[in-house]
């Protein structure tokens, strides 16, 4: 409840603000971020539905209720029982599949990490196994995608390796990739052709292990027990990545991706991997897993292989993760390394191997371009002009947006020379090394290949083959366009691209996936070298190929992790995860020093703790990490913040060693802008003792003032753009909390926040000499933008963990036809309890039950389906380009427009074109109901409902065109905010207030700028009467004059829409000295009955408070103590006569005077 104290309440209360007045959101409004309408920009999104070219979840992980192997063994219950009962209850529901739902195939069962079932069906068919009481949940099973000399020197492992102290001796990593070869001598193998091609020749057979370091696998991918990498390479690569480091661990190894990997193989491998010999004890199990796969914009949950990940770690197995290789856009890097207790990898420049650094001027403007990976020898330095090499392109088709590209995956027309010139095509379709040899076979050069994503940077291609005998560098989007328009008009195009060799030790690779995670954990974790890693081929006996990645980065990890596995045995996974954060080396640039000695430090949310430094963390004799995510980061996610605030996390410390272990602590921001600023403080211990053998906590708390934040810039129009990567960069803090022995860095705890400075809508009941009006307050940091919005549904908050619906909005809106045919375009809001990093975070459906053809209501069956989604689900975008979808329900094809959203809000409004639901002009005009089901999923792609996380309802909704349409930007009438003069308000600074006048109808106040909405029922909350504040009491002398206040009554308010309070009546006292007015004043109503003498101690008073809309409060008791004034002389008592005292010795007689004296001397009793 809000608390108003009116200390200067009006008798008279005004008429309120005129409701004829108000407005609701405009189309302008919701287009926050003034985005040109998709549809203007790709004229077959308007007129044309696109296709989500996306595979549909097909496979679904079955959970059922009876423990695992792993977590019945947590409680002591031997192996034989604990797969008895297992059995049983996969038994019972295997039939229950196949009486009930005999559509569904049953393809796996998993026992180890879970106790499931794995079926391939239609996701409503899985769905009506949840009515099972023997079936926990259904988890969808998602595909993915695949994502060393020098590098043992680079993370310190040589000094532990060439020792003999560690190796990785005894250790058994599980590698999930394409297999291995295992008869490369990089393995112990024989080392030839000739084993290698026997291998492959015959994959079915079992081999007769171990092989080397190989000691087990399986191919899940084709179903047989031989791993043999054959017709791929990437799997031995990562192996020997692995070996690399810790060249005497034991390998699994087994194949899990083709051309992708699917979530079935994955789920397989993973229970293999817990039980190698397949005995049913997990005793066996490995000690590390490295996956180098994943997607983009991974979330820390949603799918079963991260439930199997999390699970297996808690049994002790590191699970180790490739970040991703798909750039700086923020939050994109990739699960599942995004999974909670994965440890998420990202990728650095090569220590020792120099890489080229290509300039390039393109009509005068000089920029960076990216260099191919497959360039030949002889061209580590080139340089080319349009004087010698003049640019050539040849249009071969149109791309989606109706330009003209050249995909160069087949062969050029006979009548096409290049011989002498630069040749420009696009990348896409197939592999950069097809294209370029292509381009040479017509005697081109030089190959340029622009990207084909809008937006998109300078392409960096890769990829291997042979035959390739000329250069090739990569351009963005934008330099291959201009490029493009200038030749197709017949010009000349003036150019100079100049490469250079560079070491480039020390910085980030330029194709490492940025964080922080989608649910703003703190991901990746942790860094290692990731480029030109030289490591075992396939095929090539004991040849090495270098391969780029943080597919390679991951495993070296993964061989520091084994060897600390080895050289810290009383560990378990979580607190060797910790230990190797926290030895990591924090020094890691954005470029290389060696070109620029200033090089900017890489941002936390790119690097997490820093570069593995493998040899400080074997010899680390303590591990710190937070107590609640169990990671060694501080990670405190997005924090929306009206006011300064504070975070606290509790640190565990945990000494290893036989000594104690003290340390002082510091904290160090990463950036001097941050530090200027002075947002941020922490608190915490000056320094702390760890007692031997011993664990401690301690809490670091993090104080923020949003008033000293940067302006909030991520939103949906720019979040998928490479120049993101700035905002991010200046909107989070980062840093870390050293824990310094002496002046040395013992070990670290790295911080990360997102912090968004916040407006706050506050509406407060008043009246006042104005009179009775309510007046909303920014009492936030940030300037408050609001706009209005119907409310349609309404849900309990709190009633779901995460993506919680508080309530929605739908809204038509008029528009240009320019926009939209029909002249109309609809905005969905849902509205979530938290603030929302990304849309990609989960997904925001509506789903509409329209009329029949030829029916005025709804007809019980859902037709129409508006949510977000992806660009890149329709071609070639951007990663990360957020759209709205509108489709018929259940299917992938529709209709796609833009989508509002500013990262931090609490709200994400989808647009939908009137078109995209079936309806034209004449019936919008008219009006047509619907029934709709607002509901949030895990994933963005749920055309039908799965495991919601929440749903809201609206049971009768009116589609129909705005009453008010004298522009396109006038809506129908809800609130509005005016000046005491009249004139709306659009806009209030931090501490500026407006009267609010709305009508009667339900509505929300959204701003762009992280307001927490304000969802508002008035005729709900105008009903609610006022309270007076309980136990008040005041205080008066008497015989004070007529008139004078004493005291003015508190009142409190059941909502902030209540209507204000108009009076107080006395309904009950017991003196008529006293009273309360009408305004809720204490007064003297009778001077001569205040009279305390006469017996007038206190005065009762019963007190009731109306409303401006006659709601009347409970009555309250107010409570008046009359106090004694000094009698005046003349009003003094006659005493009696004291008799005269007799003299004595003892003093007890002074004291008997004093005592009788002292009432008479003071009559005024105690206040």
Not at 167 to 186: N, S
Not at 304 to 310: H, M, N, P
Not at 1146 to 1158: I, M, P, Q, T
């Amino acid at each position: 409840m809000s608390t108003l104290n009116k200390s200067a309440l009006a008798i008279a209360v005004v008429t309120a603000l005129s409701s004829s007045t108000v407005t609701a959101a405009t189309y302008n409004q919701y287009n926050f971020e003034n985005k040109p309408p998709l549809q203007s920009q790709y004229p077959d999104f308007k007129n044309k539905q696109a296709r989500k070219s996306t595979h549909n979840v097909v496979t679904w992980l079955v959970k059922l209720h009876t423990p695992s192997i792993a977590e019945q063994s947590l409680t002591g219950i031997n192996v034989k029982n604990a797969t008895s009962s297992i059995q049983q209850a996969q038994q019972s529901v295997e039939t229950a599949i196949a009486s009930t739902s005999p559509t569904l195939q049953v393809v796996a069962k998993t026992s180890k990490l879970s106790n499931a079932i794995i079926v391939n069906g239609e996701e409503a068919e899985v769905n009506k196994l949840l009515h099972n009481p023997l079936v926990h949940s259904v988890l969808p099973v998602f595909d993915y995608k695949l994502n060393v000399a020098d590098s043992a020197d680079y993370i310190k492992a040589t000094p532990l390796v060439s020792t003999g102290e560690v190796t990785g001796e005894g250790v058994r990593v599980a590698v999930l990739d394409t297999g291995i070869d295992y008869t490369h001598q990089a393995f112990g193998g024989p080392g030839t052709v000739e084993a290698y091609e026997a291998a492959a020749s015959n994959p079915a057979d079992t081999p007769a292990w171990p092989q080397g370091l190989v000691l087990g696998g399986y191919d899940f991918i084709n179903n047989d027990p031989d791993p043999i990498d054959a017709g791929t390479n990437h799997g031995t690569h990562v192996s020997h990545s692995v070996t690399g480091i810790a060249p005497n661990v034991e390998l699994f190894v087994y194949s899990v991706c083709a051309e992708t990997c699917p979530g079935l193989a994955q789920l397989l491998a993973l229970e293999s991997a817990m039980d190698p010999n397949g005995d049913g004890d997990i005793s066996d199990r490995v000690d590390v897993v490295n996956m180098s796969l994943g997607g983009d914009f991974g979330d820390n949950r949603a799918g079963a292989v991260q439930e199997l990940i999390d699970k297996a770690v808690m049994l002790g197995t590191n699970v180790v993760i490739s970040a991703g290789n798909d750039g700086p856009t923020p939050f994109i890097v990739g699960g599942p390394s995004t999974t909670d207790n994965a440890l998420s990898v990202g990728a650095m420049e090569h220590s020792v191997i120099k890489g080229q650094h290509i300039l390039a001027s393109l009509m005068g403007e000089t920029t960076e371009a990216g260099a191919a990976s497959f360039n030949p020898e002889g061209f580590e330095e080139f340089e080319f002009s349009s004087d010698t090499t003049p640019l050539a392109f040849v249009e071969t088709e149109k791309n989606e947006r109706g330009d003209a590209t050249s995909i160069a995956c087949d062969p050029f027309a006979d009548e096409v020379d290049f011989t002498g010139k630069a040749v420009l095509v696009d990348r896409g379709a197939c592999n950069f090394t097809q294209k370029v040899l292509n381009a040479q076979a017509k005697g081109a050069k030089l190959v340029m290949i622009a990207n084909n994503v809008e937006g998109g940077g300078p392409t960096e291609p890769g990829g291997s083959a042979p035959g390739i005998e000329i250069p090739t560098i990569g351009l963005s989007y934008s330099q291959g366009k201009a490029l493009k328009q200038q030749l197709l008009a017949g010009n000349n195009v003036a150019y100079n691209v100049n490469a250079t060799i560079i070491l480039k030790e020390g910085m980030i690779a330029s194709f490492t996936s940025r964080g922080p995670s989608i649910s703003g954990r703190l991901k990746p974790e942790i860094t290692a070298p990731g480029v030109s890693i030289m490591t075992a081929h396939p095929g090539l006996g004991d040849g090495l190929t270098p391969a780029s990645g943080t597919s390679f980065s991951g495993p070296i990890t993964a061989g520091a992790m084994s060897m600390l596995k080895e050289a810290l045995p009383n560990r378990n996974g979580f607190e060797l995860k910790a230990t190797l954060m926290n030895a990591a080396n924090l020094d890691v640039t954005m470029e290389p020093r060696s070109q620029n000695p200033n090089a900017a430090l890489a941002p936390i949310s790119f690097i997490g703790s820093g570069l593995v430094d493998v040899e400080k963390a074997a010899n680390l004799p303590v591990a710190a990490w937070a107590e609640d995510t169990m990671q060694a980061a501080l990670s405190f996610g997005l924090v929306s913040l009206s006011e300064t605030s504070s975070i606290t996390k509790k640190v565990v410390v945990k000494n290893f060693s036989n000594q104690e272990q003290t340390y002082t602590l510091a904290y160090e921001q990463r950036f001097a802008d941050d530090a200027e600023r002075g947002a941020l403080s922490m608190a915490f211990p000056e320094s702390i003792t760890v007692p031997a053998g011993q664990t401690i906590s301690f809490d670091v708390t993090a104080t923020i003032d949003p008033t000293k934040l940067p302006e909030w810039t991520l939103t949906s129009a720019n979040m998928a753009f490479l120049d993101a990567t700035h905002d991010l960069t200046t909107l989070e803090l980062d840093g870390a909390l050293n824990f310094m022995s002496g002046d040395a860095k013992a070990l670290h705890l790295v911080y990360h926040v997102l912090p968004k400075a916040a407006a706050n809508a506050k509406v407060m009941p008043v009246v006042d000499d104005q009179g009775a009006r309510h007046v909303l307050t920014n009492t936030g940091a940030a300037t408050l933008e609001p706009f209005f919005a119907p409310t349609v549904a309404k849900d309990e908050t709190g009633d779901s963990e995460r993506l919680d619906i508080i309530g929605a909005s739908v809204e038509t809106t008029s528009v240009p036809t320019s926009v939209c045919d029909t002249g109309y375009m609809l905005f969905t809001t849902m509205v979530t309890n938290q603030p929302i990093i990304h849309t990609y975070q989960g997904g925001f459906m509506a789903d509409f039950d329209l009329p029949a053809e030829g029916e005025t209501s709804p007809d019980g069956t859902y037709d129409v389906t508006v949510q977000n989604g992806k660009q890149e689900w329709f071609g070639n975008f951007l990663s990360g380009s957020a759209i709205s979808f509108t489709h018929g329900y259940g299917s992938g094809s529709g209709f796609i427009t833009n989508i509002n959203f500013a990262s931090g809000n609490n709200f994400v409004t989808m647009s939908s074109c009137a078109d995209a639901f079936g309806l034209t002009a004449e019936q919008i005009a008219t009006g047509v109901e619907a029934k709709i089901r607002f509901r949030t999923e895990e994933e963005t792609w749920m055309p039908i409902p799965s495991n919601s996380l929440d749903e809201a309802f609206a049971n009768s909704f009116m589609i129909k065109a705005p009453a008010m349409e004298v522009a396109t930007t006038e809506a129908e009438g809800l609130a509005m905010l005016v000046d005491d003069a009249g004139n709306e308000v659009t806009e209030l600074a931090p501490g500026e207030s407006a009267n609010l006048t709305f009508s009667d109808n339900d509505f929300m106040i959204l701003s762009s700028n992280g307001a927490v909405p304000v969802i508002v029922s008035p005729s709900e909350e105008s009903a609610k009467a006022p309270i007076i504040t309980a136990d008040q009491s005041f205080s008066v002398e008497e015989n004070t004059a007529v008139d004078t206040v004493i005291g003015q009554l508190e009142v409190e308010y059941a909502s902030d829409f209540a209507n204000p309070v108009s009076e107080f009546i006395v309904i009950a006292s017991t003196s008529s000295a006293i009273t309360v007015n009408s305004s809720g004043q204490v007064i003297v109503a009778n001077s001569e009955q205040l009279d305390f003498d006469s017996g007038l101690e206190s005065v009762e008073l019963e007190v009731v408070a109306t409303d401006t809309g006659g709601n009347v409060s409970e009555p309250a008791k107010i409570m008046v103590e009359v106090t004694n004034l000094m009698d005046e002389e003349s009003e003094q008592p006659t005493p009696d006569p004291t008799p005269t005292p007799t003299p004595s010795k003892s003093s007890s007689g002074s004291l008997f005077w004093l005592l009788l004296a002292a009432p008479l001397a003071l009559l005024r009793r105690r206040k």
